[in-house]
């Protein structure tokens, strides 16, 4: 008597395991583009923090009629926001497009005496991503 697996046997197993394959891998993909998104969105909710901050500290320079822009950058050199690298030019990183953010702008503006900030988003497929201050709420004109 033979010892041994017969092809059969092994051609059984190794469909076996590219079904899981095929059952797993978007599965893990759908789930990393998830994290990805949220984390994203918590760095971006982090960032109007920080800017609705410095905006409480440079109250004269907005109003309620515009908003004032203002970069990532500006903040982080500011030592208003923390930064991830050290590298210049790409001090906070977005998680999904592996991009600086650091020349993102954020919108700033006066909204019941107290500074309101909206990321000023230029990447369409996230624009969507994130809940921020509704657009109807926004001045519509950027200050001199």
Same mark, same amino acid.
């Given at each position: 008597?033979?010892?041994?697996?017969?092809?059969?046997?092994?051609?059984?197993?190794?469909?076996?395991?590219?079904?899981?394959?095929?059952?797993?891998?978007?599965?893990?993909?759908?789930?990393?583009?998830?994290?990805?998104?949220?984390?994203?969105?918590?760095?971006?909710?982090?960032?109007?923090?920080?800017?609705?901050?410095?905006?409480?500290?440079?109250?004269?320079?907005?109003?309620?009629?515009?908003? @004032?822009?203002? +970069?990532?950058? /500006? =903040?982080?050199?500011?030592?208003? *926001?923390?930064?991830?690298? !050290?590298?210049?030019?790409?001090?906070?990183?977005?998680?999904?497009?592996?991009?600086?953010?650091?020349?993102?702008?954020?919108?700033?503006?006066?909204?019941?005496?107290?500074?309101?900030?909206? @990321?000023?988003? +230029?990447?369409? /497929? =996230?624009?969507?991503?994130?809940? *921020?201050?509704?657009?109807? !709420?926004?001045?519509?004109?950027?200050?001199?």
């Amino acid at each position: 008597m033979k010892k041994g697996f017969t092809l059969i046997e092994l051609l059984a197993v190794v469909v076996i395991l590219a079904l899981l394959a095929m059952i797993a891998v978007p599965s893990a993909i759908a789930i990393s583009t998830s994290i990805k998104k949220n984390l994203y969105c918590e760095k971006v909710d982090m960032l109007l923090i920080d800017a609705e901050r410095w905006g409480d500290e440079h109250t004269s320079r907005l109003s309620e009629d515009c908003y @004032y822009e203002i +970069t990532v950058a /500006d =903040l982080v050199e500011q030592g208003i *926001t923390k930064k991830e690298n !050290d590298t210049e030019g790409s001090y906070i990183m977005n998680p999904v497009t592996n991009e600086a953010m650091d020349n993102n702008v954020i919108g700033i503006y006066l909204k019941n005496k107290r500074a309101t900030a909206f @990321y000023v988003e +230029t990447n369409t /497929d =996230l624009k969507d991503a994130c809940d *921020t201050v509704a657009v109807s !709420d926004r001045p519509t004109t950027k200050c001199n």
